[in-house]
């Protein structure tokens, strides 16, 4: 079960705030095991048709199974137990509030490594689990029914597969890497998250988005493959290729990983990328190319002058100029726009914009951007900075969005997709809870820019359902001591519920709301004492594409291997 993961962005450089609070910024040689130039591969690997599975039912199924490469120049696998002084190193994902106690933590470094240990899992009845980058905002991987936690983390080569024609990506690739060996290889990239840190393995499969994805899409836009180990209803552990061509007999399985969360269906051993549309063999016209430099736009006030008329006036302003300017094919579908509040006791509210520089009009977009923004307010910024810098420094500086203190990590996030602006009453609720007494210095929210080319692809042509929207909110707050917990999820709940009051404390979908994004995982919303609405939380997350979802994992997981808070149930039978 890959961990979801998230597609936010970093904050500016020489500005001190908290880093996930503030998720904007700026956000050869294929590396590792992926080859030793550009345009290679390693000798073995992708494109390889051998059976992987340990019976013979899953050998006469080799045309469906991908070799990891001879598992002798693998890494692993590694075996740690409580007991080894590695364990604890070993334990944490990257939210401290949640720590598991697995029997076991399976480290492994290839797909036959991967298959062998959830064939050991299921033969012994354990819960089994799976983390690649480790960035899940919940217990997903924590859960103490987990007997088996996969650390998928040594599987992070990144190549070019010449047999596929596409980008081959493994799951415990972070965006950072897979975003430096595409530039350095090939000049393409992917329009991912800014958080370098996160994992590609659950990022990809929740339908990642980032700071490029109004001008090209989700992530899973470009998805054309993924390899799975799934479990079939003997027991038997195998790898499956699925891809996106018509006539692929698994071609539900590589829809339900376009945007159908991590950790679901099986494990991912590896994402292959190509745009839809492209021909020929050449790489470097396989994937948009990569922007040569990021122009960021940057603008502070203090709260200390910010009056209920200029909070909510920039909040809807935000929302307003996204509604004009989200169609596929805008003009302004390259400009990316996060509005970060921080709650008053954090001092500050920022603007933020982001552009490929070399964009026809650039940096007059972003001026527009940010006077249409703050049109009709009395606003005088601390800090206004507009910096030209390459694209490829923003989006992979270590440790941008990483959150809280390094000893004590604590968070809850909370999100929801937004198809207009906020109305009235969702504005004064917001300045309610931003001003209130309760608030952290590390409380807030964001709007953060989407729409653009997203838009042009249909509810159900992916498992994103979301499509028609043009904003994702996200409500947070950060902090380092567990003794703080109960405090700041009251706050962050509360926050959330009295912006959804109308509709039973979630983002119902409707004519401003369409339900929440599964890679900002919030088990609240299946916990009838905070989502009073009577809609379920996998509507909120899947709306119409989750029946196709169960059928899916009907075929594919029979036996109910992968699951967890929020995880796709089998249909009911009848």
Not at 164 to 171: E, L
Not at 287 to 311: D, G
Not at 442 to 459: C, E, T
Request: hydrophobic share 40%.
């Amino acid at each position: 079960m890959p961990e979801v993961s998230d597609g936010r962005t970093s904050p500016p450089d020489g500005v001190a705030v908290s880093r996930r609070g503030l998720l904007a910024g700026a956000g050869a040689v294929a590396i590792t095991a992926a080859g030793t130039a550009a345009g290679t591969v390693a000798a073995g690997t992708w494109g390889a048709d051998v059976a992987l599975a340990q019976s013979d039912a899953a050998q006469s199924d080799a045309a469906e199974s991908v070799a990891a490469g001879a598992d002798a120049d693998a890494f692993g696998p590694v075996t740690v137990r409580p007991g080894d002084f590695r364990y604890d190193n070993l334990l944490r994902g990257n939210n401290f509030r949640f720590v598991g106690r697995p029997e076991e933590i399976r480290v492994v470094g290839s797909t036959d490594q991967v298959v062998r240990a959830v064939s050991e899992a299921v033969r012994s009845g354990r819960r089994v689990a799976v983390r690649s980058g480790g960035h899940c905002f919940e217990n997903f991987t924590a859960d103490p029914a987990v007997r088996v936690l996969l650390d998928l983390s040594p599987m992070d080569a990144v190549g070019y597969d010449a047999g596929r024609r596409a980008f081959s990506v493994q799951p415990g690739a972070t965006l950072g890497h897979v975003y430096r060996t595409l530039l350095k290889g090939w000049g393409v990239t992917i329009p991912g998250g800014g958080c370098p840190e996160v994992g590609a393995g659950g990022h990809f499969a929740g339908g990642g988005y980032g700071p490029l994805s109004r001008r090209y899409g989700s992530v899973v836009d470009h998805l054309y493959g993924v390899e799975v180990v799934v479990v079939d209803r003997d027991g038997t552990a195998r790898a499956v290729v699925a891809t996106r061509e018509p006539d692929d007999p698994h071609r539900d399985l590589w829809w339900a990983h376009t945007g159908g969360g991590g950790g679901n269906f099986g494990v991912v051993t590896r994402y292959w990328l190509r745009s839809p549309g492209v021909t020929g063999t050449d790489p470097s016209r396989l994937l948009p190319t990569a922007p040569q430099r990021m122009l960021q736009y940057v603008v502070i006030w203090s709260w200390e002058h910010i009056t209920e008329k200029a909070l909510t006036g920039l909040l809807r302003n935000f929302g307003t100029w996204h509604e004009r300017n989200s169609a596929p094919g805008s003009p302004y579908a390259g400009l990316y726009g996060i509005l970060q509040l921080s709650h008053r006791a954090g001092g500050t509210v920022m603007l933020v914009a982001q552009i490929d520089a070399d964009l026809p009009d650039a940096d007059s977009m972003v001026t527009g951007f940010a006077s249409a923004v703050t049109a009709g307010l009395d606003l005088t910024p601390a800090l206004d900075i507009r910096r030209t810098m390459p694209w490829l420094h923003r989006m992979t500086w270590p440790g941008t969005g990483e959150p809280g203190d390094v000893i004590t990590r604590r968070y809850k996030i909370k999100a929801g997709y937004l198809r207009r602006s906020f109305t009235e009453t969702q504005l004064a609720a917001i300045h309610r809870n931003l001003t209130n007494s309760t608030g952290g210095p590390n409380a807030g929210m964001l709007l953060i820019g989407y729409g653009g080319q997203v838009r042009a692809v249909a509810p159900g042509a992916t498992a994103i359902a979301q499509r028609d929207v043009v904003m994702k909110a996200v409500y947070q707050t950060i902090w380092e001591d567990e003794k703080e917990d109960k405090a700041n999820l009251a706050w962050v709940r509360g926050f959330y519920h009295d912006v959804y009051a109308e509709t039973g404390g979630v983002p119902v979908p409707g004519e401003v709301n369409d339900g929440s994004y599964i890679n900002y995982p919030d088990a609240d919303l299946a916990d009838p004492a905070c989502n009073t609405s009577g809609v379920p939380a996998h509507t909120l997350y899947y709306k119409d594409n989750y029946p196709r979802l169960q059928r899916v994992k009907a075929r594919w997981d029979p036996r109910n291997v992968f699951r967890h808070a929020l995880a796709i149930d089998p249909p009911q039978a009848g």
